[in-house]
């Protein structure tokens, strides 16, 4: 089937004397394209100025051809062709005169009626369908649109709309490729993807369910591949020759392969995250060296799964912080309102007692890089008692809470001083809890001052 027309212009040597019988014939039967001023329309008249074709045409154009000759008009707004004596050979029934000009040079060369067809509009309905050179129906005005044939048989194709969707038809009519697509630019893919016969245990295509709305992906026969599971999606990357991608089911993301089987659960909060989990499969990282936390979607509690989305420390935490890289063997968690340090199998390595997640995140870096036990000690406030006491790296008590209020310790070792508050006034205590500047101070900043210089005293 052949949709790209060029004419030719090759002539033939035709003897002399054949060309001087033939030039009367010729001269009586020209035709010049006329406009009548009063109609508005164009006609054609011959030499003797007389109309030989009466005017009717919104707009026309010279006559064209050899032994056939014909000419382009447009009629009711639509494109037809004449011949030499006015008879219109194709109706009008193109949008565009280049077509029409189409049809009237297959008509012309006296292809086979149907070899050519174009896609048009049937006024009546407004529905679309394939005509001839002609211009009558060989496939029916059936379709909400229609473009033209793109290839040659036996694989030529063109796409067409129906109930909303696209797919395509091959040469003869039939639907090769079903009208599931969103868009004719995704139809023609598929289509060319069909008319060259590859990727097709490859090539995937996201589409919706025209009734459900969810997204799955489809071959190049408009098939599902992966059934419509997903209300988000990611495209399959590098023009289908990645094996994975995104999808985003009940509102978590997760990993598939083209087949649809899952490769990581739908757990993860962003499409990005889920992305980084595949990095890691792709790597050959193993399962348990890897932790990313999120929430239980039955309840909302925080825990921390593996690449694949499977819980490796359970959820049973208020607020949950990343271990170092994914792969340290720390990270923090809130637990009935207070922070502590946990390690990469779920065992707590503090007691919650810390208010924020970065103090807790200080401990746990004390006991990752094996300090000793009482070195790090930090101010926190009993809940019961609403006192102040200090905490080594485990949140255990090593200044009791008695104080009123209390700050870090500065320095270290044996000049440290942390500045603390003890009936309404300042001071500076040290490591063991005694007060080694007396608490006479209005301001803990002033105590600080104190402190220092106290330190300084000490240093050796």
Known sequence: MHFELKPKYIMKRTPILLLIALLPLGIAQAQKLAYESATQTFGYKGDAGNWVINPQFQRASEFEGGARKWAVVKLDGRWGFIDVDGNMVCRNIFLEKDIARQAALQWEAQTEPGRWIYPARNAADGRWGFVDYYGRWHYQPVYEAANPHRGTDPKSY?????????????????LVIANIFLTADQATEAGQQWAIGRNYYKWRLATTHPQTGLWGFVDYLGRWAVQPLYSEITPFPNENTYEYTQVK????????????????LPIFFTRDQAAYALRQYEHGRALEAWRHPVTNPADGKWGWVDWSGEWR???????????ANDTGLFATAKYDGYWLVIGDTGEFLSRNVFTLSSEAWTAGNEWDTQQ???????????????????????????????????????????????????????????????????????????????????AEGKRF
């Open 372 to 454: 000793e036990l009482g070195h790090w000690l930090y101010p926190i406030m009993d809940p019961g008692t609403q006192a102040w006491g200090y905490v080594d790296y485990q949140g255990q008590w090593v200044i009791k809470p008695t104080l009123e209020d209390a700050k870090l310790f500065t320095n270290v070792w044996n000049d440290r001083v942390a500045p603390a508050k003890m009936d309404g006034k300042w001071g500076c205590i040290d490591h063991t809890g005694q007060f080694v500047v007396k608490n006479q101070y209005n301001t803990s900043a002033e105590a600080y001052m104190a402190g220092r210089r106290w």
């Open 249 to 264: 089911q009940e509102g978590r993301w997760g990993n598939i392969n083209r087949n649809g089987e899952t490769v990581t």
């Open 313 to 323: 420390i359970q959820p049973q935490f208020q607020d949950a912080t990343h271990f």
């Open 158 to 174: 063109a796409t067409v709309r129906k109930d909303g969707r696209w797919g395509c038809i091959d040469g003869r009519g039939v």
